[in-house]
């Protein structure tokens, strides 16, 4: 099971945004005593997802939560938007694949930096998409 | 009814751990290394305390009542720490077990004339206790496992050793298999020491490696990848000729790293790339 | 508007990223370079990014263009002082950072950058040599 020790929650509209909101992720990895590394994994992860929301689905919220399972300790971070949805997920998920002319590697990448990843998305509706890193993992 | 008994326990507190305190200095496995009597008698009291507390609040069956709380934490202290110091599970286990003896005994001593009752109390403290039994091996695994833990990661530290060989470049022998956990610590390490020393060189000699498959392979590549991003180049030596055949079998492409069978031709080549040499001093012996 | 510095070293120009960059600022980063590449006949193009604590596809695209757009206006690009962490989740995340070179720091990274622009004025020579004797 998990808690849910703390709860923040920050709305993305403009690029502006995305630094501050990588500054308090940084702030909660650094406070559980996430390793540099991790927190590296994590926060380029987040970079990754905040990105898409702003580029593909028109900006959103993001919430960061510090959680606990048995004794390990981590962050999950939920990107919320109301944009466009995603037609083929498995797609989307592959590296190289790229709607707007770039890498393709957003959404596989922060697959790999993170531990747990989740993604949901319904067209015309919008995208959910929700990671957790460990503090040890 | 029950605080009768509780108070009657507390009266008799006294008697109750010096019988306890026998009953677990009689056990012939007593650590007495790892454990000062008095340090023993201590703990004891103070737990008795708690419990005598709890038992007061008429909950005697529940371990899970708000009362045990206090109970169970000095329990699982006791426990935990007794894990760490090495005792055994049978001598962390008699610990709680001999006071259910204990105060049975007191149990039977004070209300003799009442078999319904004494029995009916005997049975909620064993329950009490053989409750507090489990809590204690919970525990005590627990406090096994976090030493398991601490000494995974100080063998992954000890295992891997980055050792500056010469002023710029570094040398990193991995000695076991090489998962993606402790691939981890080596390019940690190894990154680190980069940066640390300023060396452009670094060697990872698999010859301590068992067996490389395409997993280990893949681990490998990212490691020399890594360090090619920091601005420093990678060799791999100690590649045995087994390894060369099942790389190749597996289709694995190392074609992008410079790779070499010993240590020494890495050290050498890793010269070339300093332009350093080493020469044979030829100079005519004078001691004649 | 807010830009970055770009230091001007003889045949070389310098860049030290010293805050997380919110995007605009690294496109425009990516602009003026190529600019300044241009205008200033750089050969050697040197991007410190020690201070930078994470580098993401967005910003590891913009260090790969720089790199490319240099190349064929004849300058080579060093990225120096990536660190550990950063590297370690780069190569996690999948990017390469292909058309750039790297060095540990400042210093090696100008090393490199003189070797490899005199190791090319070398060739150039020795062709004129042949050219000559003929
Ligand atoms: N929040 C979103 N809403 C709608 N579509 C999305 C969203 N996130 C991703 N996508 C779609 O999934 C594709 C893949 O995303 P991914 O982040 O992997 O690549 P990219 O953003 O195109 O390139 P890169 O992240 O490498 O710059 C995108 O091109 C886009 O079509
Ligand atoms: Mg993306």
């Known amino acids: 099971m998990k808690l849910v020790l703390n709860k923040d929650v920050m709305s993305i509209e403009k690029e502006q945004d995305v630094v501050p909101f990588r500054n308090r992720v940084k702030e909660y990895a650094v406070k559980i005593g996430m390793s540099l590394v991790n927190q590296t994994k994590l926060i380029t992860a987040a970079s990754e997802l905040v990105r898409n929301m702003l580029k593909y689905g028109g900006g959103g919220v993001t919430i960061i939560e510090v959680i606990s399972q048995g004794r390990d300790n981590g962050i999950r971070l939920v990107f919320q938007d109301k944009g466009p949805g995603i037609k083929d997920i498995s797609l989307a998920m592959k590296d190289g694949y790229s709607s707007g002319k770039s890498l393709g590697i957003g959404l596989p990448g922060a697959k790999r930096l993170v531990n747990e990843f989740d993604i949901k998305s319904t067209l015309g509706e919008g995208t959910t998409v929700s990671i957790i890193k460990w503090k040890n993992g | ?288 | 508007m807010e830009r970055i510095p770009i230091l001007r070293m003889g045949k070389f120009l310098l860049v030290t990223i010293q805050i997380d960059l919110y995007d605009r600022l690294a496109t425009n980063l990516e602009a003026d370079l190529v600019q300044m590449v241009n205008k200033t006949g750089a050969r050697g193009v040197l991007i410190d990014i020690s201070a930078l604590s994470i580098v993401d596809s967005f910003m590891g695209r913009i260090l790969g263009n720089i790199g490319s757009m240099s190349k064929i206006m004849d300058a080579e690009t060093v990225v120096v002082g990536m660190q550990p962490a950063v590297a370690i989740t780069l190569i996690e995340l999948g990017l390469e950072l292909k058309g750039v070179h790297t060095a540990l720091n400042v210093e090696k990274g100008m090393e490199l950058l003189k070797t490899r622009i005199d190791a090319e004025d070398e060739e150039i020579i020795e062709e004129e040599d042949e050219a000559g004797t003929e």
Request: aromatic share 4%; proline share 2%.
């Open chain 2, 1 to 288: 009814m029950k605080t009768d008994i509780a108070k009657l326990l507390q009266k008799k507190k006294k008697q109750l751990l010096e019988s306890w305190m026998t009953k677990q200095l009689s056990d012939a496995m007593l650590r007495e290394d790892l454990m000062s009597n008095e340090e023993l008698r201590e703990q004891s009291n103070e737990f008795l305390d708690e419990l005598l507390k709890a038992v007061a609040t008429n909950h005697v069956e529940d371990i899970n009542a708000p009362a045990y709380e206090q109970v169970k934490e000095v329990l699982s202290g006791i426990s935990i720490s007794r894990a760490k110091q090495g005792f055994s599970p049978r001598e962390t286990g008699i610990y709680v077990f001999s006071l259910k003896e204990a105060i049975q005994q007191v149990l039977k001593e004070e209300i003799s004339d009442d078999i319904q009752l004494l029995y009916q109390t005997t049975l909620s403290f064993n329950k009490l206790l053989d409750s507090l039994g489990v809590v204690t091996f919970e525990t005590y695994i627990k406090g096994r496992e976090e030493v398991i833990m601490r000494q995974t990661d100080e063998i992954t530290e000890i295992s891997t050793p980055v050792i500056q060989v010469w002023e710029g470049i570094l040398a990193l022998p991995i000695i076991g298999t090489l998962d993606s956990a402790r691939t981890q610590v080596v390019m940690e390490n190894l990154l680190q020491e980069i940066v640390e020393t300023g060396s452009t060189i670094a060697i990872l000699d698999i010859s301590g490696v068992p067996a490389v498959d395409s997993l280990v392979a893949q681990h490998l590549i990212k490691t020399v990848a890594a360090t090619r991003l920091m601005g420093a180049e990678c060799i791999i030596s100690g590649i045995r000729p087994e390894i060369a055949q099942t790389v190749v079998h597996l289709g694995i492409d190392l074609s992008n790293i410079v790779t070499k069978s010993s240590l020494a031709s890495a050290l050498k080549y890793a010269f070339g790339m300093l332009k350093l040499e080493v020469k044979k001093n030829h100079k005519e012996k004078t001691t004649e």
